[in-house]
């Protein structure tokens, strides 16, 4: 497979899954399944796909640096709590195209550390950044205030998964890459069976709901099938300012997925989204090419 294929391919279609990941968690939610519910199916669905791909071997007793891994486990579960909180009644092009503000938070991580040196296209990038959530928000004071919460629970996420992204990067080559990933999304899993024992009454109502069951588990679905690409590209291709770049596409897939849907928008409004949406890709590429 080659770097069209690889870098490129995989994370688009994670880019083009989120938009319907975003739309079942919105269905589910519309008949009355709680977000606990959907964000413990998802992660739990997710670490499964990820265990299955994986297929993890040898000892798994826990020391050292594992722990890091488990934590970030955690971190990751408070960031599809927020994101998908964010999803529940928020418009998808803003929270798509507003979750690229995360790759700032691993930045600015990345360059406290010294990871990373300094520079003025983190700088540029967070500008850029903050001009396209205006933009996709309808590009105006009442627009920014109407979408202010799915902005704010979206920044939130972008915090925990900017972390998760920037442990991983930092500590999971201590262990290795497969052991971390394998933790890490265990431990979400473990939390999510959690979560899913304490409404066991509400998951057990689920079976004389099938239509409902559809979207819950399509939402797991896409969540895991969507991380799992993009960590492959990721990882498998070395080329991660690319594949980054590509995956902050999810903005402008969202715009085309809400209108293939036929939901009806004011013309000037789709423009002032779809032109944010593109502009957080440029902003991205700026960041990423620091």
């Known amino acids: 497979m080659n770097w069209l294929s690889g870098a490129v391919l995989l994370p688009l279609l994670g880019a083009a899954l989120h938009p319907l990941l975003g739309w079942c968690i919105q269905e589910g939610t519309k008949r009355g399944v709680s977000l606990s519910v959907i964000v413990?199916?998802?992660?739990l669905l997710t670490s499964l796909i990820f265990v299955g791909y994986l297929r993890p071997e040898g000892v798994w007793a826990i020391s050292g640096k594992d722990w890091w891994a488990v934590g970030n486990g955690i971190l990751f579960f408070l960031g599809q709590w927020f994101s998908t909180h964010s999803v529940k009644k928020g418009d998808l092009a803003v929270h798509s195209s507003a979750l690229g503000i995360k790759v700032v938070i691993v930045g600015f991580c990345s360059i406290l550390v010294g990871l990373e040196p300094s520079s003025w296209?983190?700088?540029?990038?967070?500008?850029?950044?903050?001009?396209?959530?205006?933009?996709?928000?309808?590009?105006?004071?009442?627009?920014?205030?109407?979408?202010?919460?799915?902005?704010?629970l979206t920044v939130l996420a972008c915090i925990f998964f900017g972390?998760?992204?920037?442990?991983?990067?930092?500590?999971?080559?201590e262990i290795g890459a497969a052991r971390w990933l394998i933790l890490m999304m265990g431990t979400s899993g473990v939390i999510s069976i959690g979560f899913l024992i304490h409404r066991r009454e509400e998951v057990r109502g689920l079976y004389?709901?099938?239509?409902?069951?559809?979207?819950?588990?399509?939402?797991?679905?896409?969540?895991?099938i969507q991380a799992l690409l993009v960590?492959?590209?990721f990882s498998h291709y070395g080329q991660p300012t690319l594949s980054n770049v590509v995956y902050s596409s999810r903005g402008v897939m969202a715009v085309i997925f809400l209108y293939l849907i036929g939901k009806?928008?004011?013309?000037?409004?789709?423009?002032k989204q779809t032109m944010g949406a593109i502009l957080m890709i440029f902003a991205l590429a700026i960041l990423l090419g620091s």
Request: glycine letters at 12%; aromatic letters at 10%.
């Open 231 to 233: 960590n492959l590209a």
């Open 163 to 173: 972390l998760t992204d920037f442990l991983t990067g930092w500590q999971s080559r």
């Open 121 to 152: 296209n983190l700088v540029t990038g967070v500008i850029l950044a903050t001009l396209a959530v205006f933009l996709v928000s309808g590009g105006s004071a009442e627009g920014w205030r109407t979408h202010r919460t799915t902005v704010g």
């Open 40 to 43: 413990a199916v998802a992660n």
């Open 264 to 271: 009806k928008f004011d013309p000037r409004f789709v423009r």
């Open 208 to 224: 004389r709901l099938p239509r409902v069951v559809i979207y819950v588990i399509g939402a797991g679905l896409f969540l895991g």
